[in-house]
């Protein structure tokens, strides 16, 4: 094999994705949700779907455990699909974009209701949640369909191998188009699954092993100097600083939980009652109670366009009885010592945790 050939010679004969595939067969990842490669089998499209769904905007490593839970508690998309949505998002709790598990009750209804996932991405494409990425990767994967399934780990592949110079986001259709030309007829999902484990684990972001890696002699980035540049993305903006107020309500061993509206920040969760606070904008600092309340202290957490600094008061005094007008609206009294059952988001599982730790030290 002559080292010298380009990336766009060995494009032309295919020889990209052969040796991929071979790279693939003997360094594949193991994952709960994956057949390895050689098996001759497709994997269970339910659990394909539900692992890329999680996989969104979150690592393999922080999937694992809630995928092993999901799969335990309901093993199929039937199971799924009779779920009541607050059992999802309480288990949900701690992956993050919310709108995954709204979405993940919906699409599980849908395919449940049809008997069957879709098998092609137009109408895989159709269904609740699911975009391109996430279509091309389950007709691909779970379904041995030829699609061009280009994540974050495929798109810093390509652009260092065939040296994308445009800057992110306007070089992505630039990225797709060489990826689909490099994409081979059979064994697609293999070769998708092999393009994600290489920038997983070879072609980083940072200090890409290119001595290890089987396209190395093919890579322009590498042959340029420095293939850790690309892609080119372009200056990160800052994130603003929002400021806003938790409060902390407890009657006899309970806290008063609220359910929050089904859209916007953190839908249809669990929480503990807040002033308001949103992505554009800081709270009202407004109690929800008359009477005396004790500053407990803040938690910081970072979404995905703000930070925020969340502050927790502590009512002092009697509380009101569950239905009183005083409560705020659409909550429950929950149980503290079944606090983690409550599922809730980790910016309010971070104000409960300091609640609990004043009440200890108290």
């Known amino acids: 094999m002559d080292a010298s050939r380009t990336s766009t010679e060995l494009q032309a004969d295919g020889d990209i994705a052969r040796r991929l595939l071979d790279w693939y067969r003997a360094h594949a990842r193991s994952l709960p949700w994956r057949i390895p490669p050689g098996e ?53 709790a701690g992956l993050g974009y919310y709108s995954r598990a709204r979405n993940l009750v919906a699409c599980a209804r849908q395919v449940a209701e049809r008997g069957r996932f879709p098998e092609s991405e137009e109408e895989l494409r159709g269904l609740p949640g699911l975009g391109a990425y996430t279509a091309a990767a389950i007709a691909a994967i779970a ?16 652009a260092r191998l065939f040296a994308v110079e445009e800057p992110l986001p306007a070089a992505r259709k630039q990225i797709r188009a060489l990826a689909d030309q490099i994409t081979p007829a059979d064994n697609a999902g293999d070769f998708a699954q092999a393009m994600m484990d ?6 980083t972001a940072r200090a890409p092993k290119c001595l290890l890696c089987p396209l190395a002699s093919a890579c ?64 009202t600092g407004q109690a929800p109670l008359e009477g005396q309340w004790t500053p407990a202290g ?29 409560l705020p609206a659409g909550g429950e009294w929950w149980p503290i010592d079944r606090l983690e059952e409550a599922g809730l988001p980790t910016l309010f599982a971070k104000a409960a945790q300091l609640a609990l730790a004043q009440s200890e030290s108290a």
């Open 298 to 326: 803040a938690v910081r957490h970072t979404f995905t366009h703000f930070h925020i600094s969340l502050s927790l008061e502590l009512f002092e005094g009697p509380a009101p009885e569950a239905g009183a007008d005083e």
């Open 220 to 283: 322009r980035g590498r042959a340029n100097g420095d293939p850790a540049r690309l892609p080119v993305k372009p200056p990160k903006k800052a994130k603003p600083e929002r400021a806003g107020t938790a409060w902390w309500i407890e009657r006899d061993g309970a806290v008063w939980l609220v359910s929050r509206p089904g859209s916007g920040m953190l839908g249809g969760m669990r929480a503990l009652p807040d002033d308001g606070w949103h992505s554009g904008g800081d709270g």
């Open 40 to 92: 001759g089998a497709l994997p269970d499209p339910y659990r394909v779907w539900l692992s890329e769904v999680m996989l969104q905007q979150t690592t393999t490593a922080a999937v694992a455990p809630y995928f092993a839970k999901f799969t335990a508690r309901w093993p199929d998309v039937q199971a799924l699909a009779a779920a009541a949505e607050e059992d999802v998002m309480a288990a949900w």
């Open 143 to 158: 379904f041995g369909r030829r699609a061009v399934v280009v994540d974050a780990n495929v798109e810093r592949v390509v």
């Open 198 to 203: 290489l920038g997983a684990t070879i072609c």
